[in-house]
């Protein structure tokens, strides 16, 4: 009997994804497939909802709003900050992209727009914020999360795995 996608299932899927003009913006095709743990926050909420309750072999299309994907834009989301909050990183350039820690706490993605002397002009939008996003998703396999997968909080491939 297949299991079905539930919170620690390890889900191996293959997909495609695409804006509504029909641009792919990711895919597995031609590389693994995709492996994640179901409930871990690893991919956008409002494919892990559509993924609940399917099997090996399923295919599905999805169409995710963006608050169930990278969030609407956030209208003030570009600031304007002096070079020297770039501590240990020599060359700071357009199209860069960092992690950093927002007001509460959490991880923030920030991206370098504009560059002028020492003001360094970002955007703390994901690059998919406001996007909508259509999965095209064949499930390949579904198992139960092994102790180890939900001590790690992620998936490990075949016998071992690393960080």
Not at 40 to 66: C, F, H
């Amino acid at each position: 009997m297949s299991l079905l996608i539930g919170k620690n299932s390890v889900v191996t899927l293959n997909y495609t994804l695409t804006d509504d003009a029909g641009k792919v913006l990711d895919s597995s095709d031609g590389s693994k497939p995709m492996m994640y743990l179901h409930g871990s926050g690893q991919i956008v909420p409002g494919l892990e909802k559509a993924l609940v309750g399917k099997t090996d072999g399923d295919a599905l299309k999805v169409r995710v709003e963006p608050a169930e994907a990278y969030g609407e834009v956030i209208p003030n989301g570009m600031k304007t900050i002096e070079r020297a909050a770039f501590e240990g990183v020599d060359v700071v350039e357009v199209g860069m992209a960092f992690e950093a820690q927002a007001p509460d706490g959490s991880a923030q993605h920030i991206m370098v727009t504009k560059v002028e002397g020492d003001n360094v002009t970002i955007d703390i939008n994901h690059p998919l914020a406001g996007v909508a996003l259509n999965f095209d998703v064949k499930i390949e396999n579904v198992r139960d999360a092994t102790k180890e997968e939900l001590e790690h909080g992620h998936s490990h491939e075949g016998d071992g795995h690393s960080h």
